[in-house]
């Protein structure tokens, strides 16, 4: 299994960026992928997680109403598309994916659960 992630950059306050993450060895059949992020100093957080199989999608607060997730199951790929960014989304974001198992009630939030992580890519936002 890996999971690759790209996109990350430098970016003005109030720009966009738009992170993917390439996933290998895993049905997207069956499997929830989450967006985490981890700011100098900070522990790592949840930002945003989708299950492809049925579409469910959920956001932390913080990042609601800016941050798209989007997935493409022929391309086993996941999508972060982030605008209106702020300084404080200045961190290193990891995808991640958990096995469901064939029965889900909703998203997975919690990172403990989480069995496989990318190597994350940094995002900075700053003038």
């Known amino acids: 299994v890996q999971l690759v992630e790209s996109g990350g950059g430098s970016v003005q306050p109030g720009g966009s960026l738009s992170l993917s993450c390439a996933v290998s060895?895993?049905?997207?059949?069956?499997?929830?992928i989450g967006w985490f992020r981890q700011a100098p100093g900070k522990e790592r957080e949840g930002v945003s997680w989708?299950?492809?199989?049925?579409?469910?999608?959920d956001y932390a607060d913080s990042v609601k109403g800016r941050f798209t997730i989007s997935s493409d199951n022929a391309k086993n790929t996941v999508y972060l598309q982030m605008s209106n960014l702020k300084p404080e989304d200045t961190a290193v974001y990891y995808c991640?994916?958990?096995?469901?198992?064939?029965?889900?009630?909703?998203?997975?939030?919690?990172?403990?659960?989480?069995?496989?992580w990318g190597q994350g890519t940094q995002v900075t936002v700053s003038s």
């Open positions: 989708i299950i492809d199989a049925d579409g469910q999608t």
């Open positions: 991640a994916a958990v096995v469901l198992g064939g029965s889900w009630y909703g998203v997975v939030t919690e990172e403990s659960e989480y069995d496989y």
């Open positions: 060895g895993l049905s997207f059949d069956d499997v929830c």
